[in-house]
């Protein structure tokens, strides 16, 4: 049989998962054994089988390594978590105020209304294939008229369905970056960001947030960073681990410093419209006249359903800046998972348009009263020093180390906190912020309440005040 080449085009036309095959004679030029880069061509031998333009020699041994990426994606959290030694006390039940999960104690389920509307989906049978990778246009279109404003409207076209805001967000830094650029991001900040971006060769660099201004950025020294392989600035709002929820003002003046060094922006607003009653914080692009926005939310926070996985981005171009490049991008980097699940994408509709207003007031309501009570123990407790937040479902707390001598630092604070108390909060030093730790309000009140009993018993066991000598006294 003749062992001439031909080549075989991958056209991705196929119908249910087949893709049609297009044999292609190799042209005079065409080097055997070579595929065509990024066309999804392969030159094979007629058989079928993939063969190497040079022989090689076959390997000697075993050796089969972890990709670079796969070396190179490290979460914070876990890695300080993982290394603590976590024994709570026998004698007392173990109170976790470290998991950003509200189902975790099945006081906060989601509405009725949002049950329904999967059942509802499963029981039509429609959809239990494939969607479109972006999602279904009906779906599309829905989230599209929720957001839509007349700042910034929004049609189908302008959305993508993910698989959670966490896939949202790796498309979205996916889509702005090359390796070698660089993306700020908060301090303290979510991890995953740098999760991200660092597993893809990005480099990360933190701007600060203020804990005296109530978490507002520090604009001056963010600016300070850019440079001209900033590809993309994070913007958390309202914020995880914070809590803060930034004003109209605020926002305004972090788009100026985007606008001027032309720097687009990707607003992490999956706790969008979580802000605490007397508070008010528009979308980002909503304010935006020049600077184009990639928002990326989901279901996970407000409608306290993090496991069914459904995020979404907007996109919010100004002026043609993305032009289809960018939408072109997300499209090609959601076809490597087909998309978010399908159930939920057919449910979408019925859970934004039929979820009461009730059930987001009560949730709010709860979060703000459990964030007053936590605000309220642990501000007369010395040595600690929280922040009171204005949304989402977090209180940072602040450690006077030099009060606690026992201790190195918030690691080390929080580790024994567990040992001797059995409350487990995250040291911030998972956030890249030490000498803080991070509560999670979602717990049940009466645990909120033991749980700063507890606190405050821990603190007053190892607190130490710090006697000033006389040449501190002199001057």
Known sequence: MD????????????????????????????????????????HVNVNGSLYPAKAKSRRQRWEVKASEMANNTLNPIRAIVDGMKLTPNPD???I????????VFGNL???????????????????????????????????????????????????????????????AISVLCNPGDNIL???????LYKTLAVSMGIEVKLYNLLPEKS????????????????????????SNPCGSVFSKEHLQKILKVASKHCVPVLADEIYSDMVFPGCNSPSLASLSSDVPVVSCGGLAKRWLVPGWRMGWILIHDRNEIFGSEIRQGLVKL????????????????????????????????????NSEICFGELSTVPGLTPVMPSGAMYLMVGIEMKHF???KNDVDFTERLVTEQSVFCLPASAFEYPNFFRIVVTVPERMMVEACARIREFCRCHYRPVHRDSNDLDQ
């Open 3 to 42: 062992s001439k080449a031909y080549l075989l085009q991958m056209n991705g036309a196929g119908v249910h998962g087949k893709t049609a095959v297009q044999p292609k004679p190799l042209s005079g030029t065409g080097v055997p054994g070579k595929g065509v880069p990024g066309s999804g061509m392969h």
């Open 92 to 94: 007392k039940p173990m």
């Open 96 to 103: 976790a105020l470290s998991i950003g999960d509200p189902t």
């Open 109 to 171: 389920p989601t509405d009725d209304a949002v049950l329904q509307a999967i059942k509802d989906a499963i029981d039509s049978q429609k959809y239990n294939g494939y969607a479109p990778s972006v999602g279904y246009l009906k779906s599309r279109q829905a989230v599209a008229n929720f957001y839509s404003c007349p700042e910034a409207p929004l049609e189908a076209e302008d959305v993508v369905l993910t698989s959670g805001c966490s896939q949202a967000i790796e498309l």
């Open 185 to 191: 991001v908060p301090c303290p900040g979510f991890s």
């Open 215 to 238: 978490w507002e950025i520090d604009l001056q020294q963010m600016e300070s960073l850019i440079d001209e392989r900033t590809s993309c600035l994070i913007v958390t709002n309202p």
């Open 334 to 369: 959601s076809q490597r998972i087909l998309g978010a699940c399908t159930i939920v994408q057919g449910a979408l509709e019925s859970i934004l348009n039929n979820t009461p207003q009730s059930f987001y007031s009560n949730t709010v309501s709860f979060l703000k009263s």
């Open 405 to 407: 001598p026992d201790f």
